[in-house]
C-alpha cells in the first residue's frame, strides 16, 4: 500500500521570529493558513505589534531555558528553529515523536570541516539527529539579502566607500550564495513535505566565481571599485596575529583561510532558490539604500 503523506501541521513554533529570516517564515505559514508561535529571544521595540500584525502569537524564549522551550513545544505540531544548530541544539531532545522540525545548519561543514566552528556544527547535527530522528537538517549556502546578513551586505557597503576592494586568492573558487526569502520557502517545504533524506542542501540557482560575485555586488552597488587579487598566504597570519590581540575584524582569518574554496555544493538533492543573483543583489542594494536615507 502506498504510503499515507503525513497531517500538515496545525501549529508551528518558529524559533528566531525576531530575525528577518524567522520573520519570513512566520509569513509564509501564516499564508498557507497555519498557527504560529513566534519565538525570538530578544525584546525591541515594535517586535510584538509587528510578530502580532502578521497573525503570530509573538513569545518571549530563550532556548536554553528547558522548562520553557518545552512549554512552548506543547503548544505546537511542529517547528523551525532559525538561529544556528549549536545554538538551539539543546531543543532537539525536547521533541515529541510526533513533532516535525527543521534546524540550520550550513554547507560550510563539507567544506572546511576541520574549523572549529564547523567541527561543532557537525556533532551537533549528528546529536540531533539521534535525539530526534524525525527532524530534518539544512545546510544553507551563503545566505544574504537583508541589511546585517554577515555576508553579502559587509560587502556591498565596502563597495561604495573603497577605491579599491582586495579579493582574497585568485578569484576563481565558486560561491552559491542563498536570498533568504528562498531560504525560508526551501525551510517550510521541508517540514511539511513527506519524511525523506535527514539533510537537505539550499543554494542559490547557479555557481559564480568569487570574482564574479565581486563584480556583480559592485554593480548592484553603484560601484566601481578596482578589484585586486590578493594572495591569501601572505594575508591569513597578519590576520591570526591581530585577532590574538583582540582587535576586532570584519574579515576573520577563517574566512580568508576559505577563500581559495569552492563552496557551490554538488551531488543530486540539491534544493535550489529561484531568486537570481543579479535579483537579490539589487533588491539589497535598494534596502540597503533604504536604511541609509532613514538615518
Known amino acids: 500500500m502506498p504510503m499515507k503523506p503525513p497531517t500538515p501541521p496545525s501549529s508551528v513554533l518558529v524559533v528566531g521570529a525576531g530575525g528577518v ?10 499564508a498557507k493558513g497555519f498557527g504560529v508561535l513566534a519565538a525570538y529571544r530578544t525584546q525591541r521595540a515594535g517586535l510584538n505589534r509587528a510578530l502580532s500584525e502578521m497573525g503570530a502569537e509573538p513569545l518571549q524564549l530563550d532556548v536554553n531555558d528547558i522548562a520553557a522551550t518545552r512549554q512552548a513545544l506543547s503548544q505546537v505540531k511542529a517547528a523551525i528553529f532559525t538561529p544556528i544548530l549549536t545554538v538551539v541544539q539543546t531543543a532537539a531532545p525536547l521533541l515529541g515523536k510526533d513533532q516535525s522540525a527543521v534546524f540550520l545548519s550550513s554547507n560550510n561543514v563539507t567544506i572546511d570541516p576541520k574549523d572549529a566552528v564547523y ?16 527532524a530534518r537538517i539544512v545546510r544553507p549556502t551563503m545566505i544574504y539579502g537583508y541589511p546585517g546578513d554577515g555576508n553579502l551586505s559587509k560587502l556591498m557597503a565596502a563597495m561604495g566607500r573603497m577605491p579599491i576592494m582586495p579579493l582574497p586568492g585568485n578569484g576563481i573558487a565558486l560561491q552559491q550564495p542563498i536570498f533568504y526569502a528562498d531560504l525560508a520557502r526551501a525551510a517550510v517545504n521541508i517540514l511539511l513535505a513527506p519524511p525523506g533524506q535527514p539533510i537537505t542542501i539550499v543554494a ?3 555557481p559564480v566565481s568569487q570574482r564574479q560575485l565581486y563584480q556583480l555586488t559592485a554593480a548592484a552597488a553603484g560601484a566601481r571599485p578596482f578589484i585586486m587579487s590578493l594572495p591569501v598566504s601572505v594575508f591569513t597570519p597578519v590576520l591570526s596575529l591581530l585577532e590574538r590581540i583582540g582587535l576586532g575584524l570584519s574579515v576573520k ?6 577563500a581559495g574554496l569552492d563552496k557551490a555544493p554538488k551531488g543530486a538533492g540539491i534544493v535550489r532558490g529561484e531568486t537570481s543573483l543579479e535579483v537579490g543583489l539589487s533588491r539589497l542594494a535598494a534596502r540597503l539604500n533604504d536604511r541609509s536615507h532613514d538615518g
Request: glycine residues 6%; hydrophobic residues 50%; aromatic residues 0%.
Open 253 to 258: 582569518s577563517a574566512q580568508l583561510r576559505r
Open 204 to 206: 542559490g540557482p547557479k
Open 21 to 30: 529570516l524567522g520573520q519570513e517564515i512566520v509569513r509564509l505559514l501564516r
Open 119 to 134: 567541527a561543532a556544527l557537525l556533532r551537533a547535527e549528528a546529536a540531533v539527529l539521534v535525539q530526534a530522528p524525525q
